[in-house]
């Protein structure tokens, strides 16, 4: 398992669950500094980043990027894959191919979270799942032709009322045309959703793609009352190689949130 921290680019999502704000540069030396393997970006768009400076960044920290969070489609442009406008889900497709063509100029993927919305507001639960499905049938192919999978994200239950669980997840997998999609088990969702963490992870093992490693309150791991080491207990033994990623919120700032992961990680998977 490697670990990865998140930097947030996106002013609007101020308060949200990333680590570092304040900027790429900022972001990168930071978390080297703290020893993380690798950096998940929350972009504004695909055109935010410039791609040297962010090869550049990489090289000189020794650092990988995680995957690129597609989040800011919904954020700044209230993009979603379920709207009943058809135009809209157009342009939200079209977002997200376009962060999945520039993280895979990385050899990341784009992770879908909150851009897979909800249903209501003119769209029946079917309609919305089935919405849903034709998105990732066609961006699972797109993320598959540049070499890279493309990560779905259960949501609790106050962010969707699509998808919150891992094994509700799975089962979407299972529907699709697509083996290109792979599921992002976000320890917080999880927390709130599932019934038993670990068991969730041993039971859809072949689902899970990537990890937001993050306590019961969206604190860093270790700031809260979840039981972190049975649930790498249970990555190990599943064999999950991914990447553990804190998404969370900066308390009581960000470097003491990425030390206390990295804390975490190092003493659970030593
Ligand atoms: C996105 O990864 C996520 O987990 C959201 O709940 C954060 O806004
Ligand atoms: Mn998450």
């Not at 919405?131 to 106050?158: F, H, V």
């Not at 699709?176 to 041993?202: G, K, S």
């Not at 793609?209 to 809260?224: K, Q």
Request: glycine fraction near 10%; aromatic fraction near 6%.
């Amino acid at each position: 398992m490697q670990s990865a921290i998140t930097i947030s680019l996106v002013e609007e999502a101020r308060g949200g669950p990333f680590v570092y704000w304040d900027g790429l540069a900022d972001g990168c030396r930071r978390a080297a500094a703290a020893g993380f393997d690798a950096v998940e970006l929350f972009v504004p768009g695909p055109d935010a980043v410039d791609r040297a400076e962010l090869r550049s960044l990489l090289g000189q920290h020794g650092l990988k990027l995680a995957a690129v969070g597609t989040g800011a489609g919904w954020v700044k442009h209230k993009l979603s894959l379920t709207d009943a406008d058809a135009d809209q889900r157009t342009k939200a497709i079209a977002f997200i191919k376009r962060i999945i063509d520039f993280a895979a100029e990385f050899n990341a993927p784009a992770i879908i979270g909150s851009m897979q919305g909800r249903y209501g507001d003119g769209l029946s639960k079917d309609g919305a799942l089935g919405l849903l499905r034709d998105a990732l049938n066609e961006l699972g192919p797109c993320a598959a032709g540049k070499g890279q999978r493309l990560i779905y994200e259960p949501l609790n239950r106050y962010e969707t009322n699509l998808f919150n669980t891992i094994g509700a997840g799975t089962e979407l997998l299972k529907s699709l045309d697509t083996d290109a999609v792979t599921l992002l088990a976000d320890l917080f969702h999880m927390h709130i959703e599932e019934t038993d963490l670990p068991a969730a992870i041993r039971d859809n093992a072949a689902s899970i793609g990537h990890v937001h490693f993050v306590d019961s309150n969206r604190r860093a791991a270790g700031f809260g009352h979840m039981d972190h080491a049975a649930i790498i207990a249970a990555l190990k033994d599943i064999g999950y190689a991914g990447y553990l990623c804190a998404e969370a919120l900066p308390l009581p700032d960000s470097d003491a949130a990425a030390t206390k992961t990295i804390e975490t990680i190092r003493r659970l998977t030593a």
